[in-house]
């Protein structure tokens, strides 16, 4: 049977654990092709956050040599670089005889090498050199700003000398001012929903299955109530997919339990009730149900009375052409999985979540106006 008979008869979950196995199968071997006397281990710091992933060490080197080599990567002196093994988190040796050999201590693949600076002066003590937030950032004072030319500010003080009623939509291009006098002419906007209403939440329960916009995300509703810090109704929702902006937490409270990115707070206009199963689910039910019914065609065919040889094999050629149809319905299952899983990265790399967002990300928003936490 060939690659792709096997994957027609797939499930996406099942595509899923083939694809996973299939990059990891060669795990096993990744340090057969090593030179002898060569290891792989991890290598980590006592002052800085980095962590360095199967470096390459050689058993016939000193632990002098070694030394200068991580040198290289971490700038701690050799006179104050204390080596200690590791196997998980388990101390085997202190690497303290500089002449030794790292065989001597016993190294071998997937060690950690774990590197201490006894350096009174380091500067990746305390931090000094991962550490961003004790870096003095530069803010320019408003009388700073204000004396700077080319500046928007220094543009609209010249405006408002030339006229003293001068407005942003004077400077708008042609079509910018037709549209700034079309939505004038429109009128106001219709009023702002009233969030303190409770008839907003109404046939919102907790556990049922439900799809928010934007997006047309789907999952489970997880809370439904008010926010500190915020006005009215929010509804709580652990999503199926990382398309969130939180774990369940919000204004530093948690409200339910999620993983970060499974979990956002909306306003119940963006939540709608229903029969909405996982995206997994669905796709493999689909595939299940058109291979359900090919086969119990199939079956039909057989149990009849044995037809003339022509159409005996007319009747076979039409079950195998059945039984392929419903290959090529699951193998287009699968490819509607999989780009159902490309759109859900893009839309995830498109939305930042709670964890990647910018602290100023809302500095110019009122969270009060917000649809969405």
């Not at 040198?71 to 104050?80: A, K, L, P």
């Not at 016993?106 to 004790?134: A, E, I, Y």
């Not at 040889?309 to 076979?316: D, G, H, I, K, W």
């Amino acid at each position: 049977m060939d690659a792709m008979a096997i994957a027609r008869d797939m499930t996406a979950g099942e595509a899923k654990d083939a694809v996973r196995a299939w990059v990891t199968g060669a795990d096993h071997r990744r340090f057969d092709e090593l030179a002898d006397g060569t290891v792989l281990c991890q290598v980590t710091h006592s002052n800085l956050k980095q962590n360095i992933i199967e470096l390459r060490f050689d058993l016939h080197s000193t632990v002098r040599a070694t030394k200068n080599n991580l040198y290289t990567y971490n700038g701690t002196n050799r006179e104050f670089m204390e080596l200690q093994l590791f196997e998980g988190d388990r101390l085997i040796a202190r690497m303290l005889d500089d002449d030794k050999m790292l065989g001597f201590y016993g190294m071998t693949h997937g060690h950690r090498v774990h590197v201490v600076d006894h350096d009174p002066m380091s500067l990746s003590r305390g931090g000094g050199l991962d550490d961003v937030s004790q870096v003095k950032k530069y803010v320019m004072s408003e009388e700073d700003y204000d004396k700077r030319e080319g500046t928007l500010r220094a543009w609209k003080r010249e405006q408002l000398k030339k006229n003293p009623h001068f407005k942003y939509s004077d400077a708008l291009p042609a079509s910018g001012r037709a549209a700034a006098a079309a939505a004038a002419a429109a009128g106001p906007r219709a009023p702002d929903v009233d969030f303190e209403d409770d008839t907003l939440v109404e046939g919102i329960e907790v556990g049922a299955r439900c799809s928010i916009r934007p997006g047309e995300r789907r999952g489970a509703v997880a809370y439904v109530g008010k926010i500190e810090g915020k006005t009215g109704w929010w509804v709580g929702v652990r999503l199926d997919e990382p398309l969130g902006r939180t774990d369940g937490t919000a204004s530093g409270k948690r409200y339910f339990d999620a993983e970060p990115g499974y979990a956002t707070f909306i306003r119940p206009t963006g939540v709608k009730v229903g029969d909405f199963p996982p995206v997994d689910e669905e796709l493999g039910d689909l595939a299940e149900a058109k291979a359900d019914s090919a086969a119990a065609a199939g079956a039909a065919a057989a149990a009849s009375a044995a037809p003339p040889a022509a159409e005996a094999a007319a009747a076979a050629a039409g079950a195998e052409a059945k039984a392929e149809d419903a290959g090529e319905a699951a193998a287009a299952a699968l490819s509607e999985a999989a780009a159902r899983e490309a759109a859900t990265a893009k839309r995830a790399a498109a939305r930042p979540s709670a964890l990647h967002r910018r602290p100023g990300d809302d500095d110019f928003a009122d969270d009060d106006d917000d649809d969405e936490l």
